[in-house]
């Protein structure tokens, strides 16, 4: 049964004025109005104060940012609260000066704790700035590419061509398979000894979700999977994925690694999970949100209650 609660980075946090973005006159309202603000990223790093836990720190438009911004490079996002709100990335090897404002620093560490709509807004701001980056020449014809639609399109500038480039998203699907008392988890070689998570994969050409489900469990364990059933989705634009979570329940148990994707996989029972092996993903993961909820549906208290549990984020 598919989750209702939103997972960290999703949520109806801005109104994304989706119309307003064609109409020039209107872009430039927004922009000029008091209480815009800016969104900035640098080096796909986020602008964050630390108040004791991270909040996200918007600029005003004309707090001397001028100089280091042509206005073609804004991106507006949509009206957040009372803002209309524009994503900027800056440039250079050195953190620019509005670093003063709080300190930029990599929503996958930081977004868990933080306020969910200023979470959602930072990643948002994120993924649009890193799709410019990577689209700045046609990819058809090679020309340089020029911003239209308040930075939601990249068009050729070449008049023999004047292609479009819209930004899309890199579907991934993430499962937790379950034989009813156990959970299969997997690691990878370069992730700390004891870390473990849900299988995942991205989605091929031609390929339904179920299938993608099916294929990766079968390609990195070798196990064989029923019924599955969606669990609920997160965005997560490092740089560009759309993570859709499933639960899945197994056929047969025998793991056998097959496509170098993984070091190790392991069954796992709730009672192991609550001694704190394995450690578990961060909190702010769709990965932990598929665990937790398998764990509770069959336990006398929620994992989260369980003092001796470890997480990647957990000290020692």
């Known amino acids: 049964m598919a989750s209702t609660q939103p997972n960290v980075f999703a949520g109806p946090y801005v109104d994304r004025l989706e119309p307003t973005r064609s109409d020039a006159a209107a872009v430039a309202a927004a922009l000029a109005d008091p209480l815009a603000r800016l969104v900035p990223v640098w080096r796909s790093r986020n602008l964050l104060r630390r108040t004791p836990t991270p909040a996200a720190c918007l600029l005003e438009v004309g707090a001397g940012l001028e100089a280091q911004l042509d206005p073609g490079d804004l991106i507006l996002l949509g009206k957040y609260r009372q803002h209309f709100v524009f994503a900027a990335e800056f440039q250079g090897d050195e953190a620019p000066e509005m670093a003063t404002e709080g300190e930029f620093l990599d929503l996958r560490l930081a977004g868990g704790s933080m306020e969910p709509n200023e979470a959602g807004l930072l990643a948002y701001a994120r993924a649009m700035v890193t799709w410019r980056r ?10 340089p590419t020029l911003a239209g639609q308040a ?10 061509c004047r292609g479009q480039v819209f930004p899309r998203l890199d579907p991934a699907v993430i499962v937790l398979v379950t034989d009813g008392e156990r959970a299969l988890l997997g690691r990878q070689a370069t992730w ?4 473990y998570s849900t299988i995942a994969g991205f989605v091929e ?4 979700l179920e299938d993608a489900v099916r294929r990766e469990v079968l390609e990195e364990t070798g196990v064989h999977i029923g019924q599955l059933g969606y669990h609920s989705s997160q965005p997560w634009p490092f740089p560009s994925s759309l993570m859709l979570g499933f639960i899945a329940q197994a056929e047969t148990t025998e793991i056998r690694l097959g496509d170098d994707e993984l070091e190790d996989a392991c069954w796992f029972s709730r009672g192991q999970i609550a001694q704190g092996t394995p450690v ?3 909190p702010q993961s769709v990965s932990y949100r598929l665990i937790a909820d398998w764990y509770d549906s069959g336990a006398t208290r929620p994992l989260a209650e369980e003092t001796c549990a470890r997480r990647w984020d957990s000290k020692p």
């Open 151 to 160: 930075g939601h399109v990249m068009i050729c500038t070449s008049e023999a």
């Open 280 to 282: 578990l993903p961060p």
């Open 192 to 195: 700390p000894i004891g870390r």
């Open 134 to 143: 990577r689209h700045r020449f046609c990819g058809t014809c090679g020309a």
């Open 205 to 208: 050409p031609g390929e339904s």
